[in-house]
């Protein structure tokens, strides 16, 4: 069975680009949680989806910043217009439920040039 | 507002001395805490859930423990494998996780 799977690992933009992280969860999984995570800071969490559904995005900028997580397909975290402050590790988690433990995928490392 | 403070923030050990780890946290309602290890360049690894007051879960040298405030993971005769940083994160009801900062562990040969 395979763990929740991200891509790219790595990402490197220029400012002023768009970066597109993907994040396909754990199979029997239907809830996806995104979080920042910044060197030597903990994880800190940026929105909540389910199939078709935003749940809570009460921690991701306002601007900019979006996802989405399509009937069919990954979850898709997606920044526009990077800028320095965005380059971090951007980690994907999915369960079963609200209530349930989170599994984590590998991660993506953003790197804005 | 939610908080969840660890420490040490980073702890030396020799190989085969036992510690604790502390997770203290404040939340209305909680419905769980959980507890995961970060290796370097990795996403965080699922360790424990903890549901009420007084369970303890053991996983080889690890044990962690609840109380109505904190959490501890115990390790016991630890290896230099168990290097890495641990992260607890609590639940409060119908809330998503939140993070405590991590404490990073070393285990000297």
């Known amino acids: 069975n395979a763990g929740v799977m991200q891509n790219p690992r790595h990402l490197v933009r220029r400012r002023g680009q768009e970066a597109r992280l993907r994040c396909s969860p754990m199979k029997g999984h239907s809830h996806v949680y995104w979080y920042r995570q910044l060197p030597e800071e903990g994880l800190k969490f940026m929105v909540y989806l389910q199939k078709e559904n935003i749940i809570d995005e009460s921690g991701m900028p306002k601007e900019r910043f979006s996802a989405e997580f399509p009937k069919e397909g990954p979850s898709i975290l997606r920044i526009q217009q990077v800028v320095r402050g965005d380059s971090a590790a951007y980690f994907c988690a999915s369960s079963r439920g609200l209530s349930y433990e989170q599994y984590f995928g590998p991660g993506t490392r953003l790197t804005v040039t | 507002e939610d908080q969840v403070t660890q420490s040490p923030e980073a702890l030396r050990l020799q190989e085969g001395e036992s510690s604790s780890l502390n997770c203290s946290y404040t939340?209305?309602?909680?419905?769980?805490l959980f507890w995961y290890r970060q290796d370097p360049g990795k996403g965080p690894e699922f360790l424990f859930t903890?549901?009420?007051a007084g369970e303890e879960k053991e996983k080889e040298r690890l044990k962690a423990t609840l109380t109505k405030k904190e959490s501890f993971l115990h390790i016991t005769a630890p290896k230099p494998e168990d290097s890495a940083t641990y992260l607890c994160?609590?639940?409060?009801?119908?809330?998503?996780?939140?993070f405590g900062p991590g404490t990073r562990l070393s285990v000297l040969p």
């Open positions: 903890l549901y009420s």
């Open positions: 994160a609590v639940q409060a009801e119908g809330q998503n996780f939140v």
């Open positions: 939340v209305s309602g909680l419905r769980g």
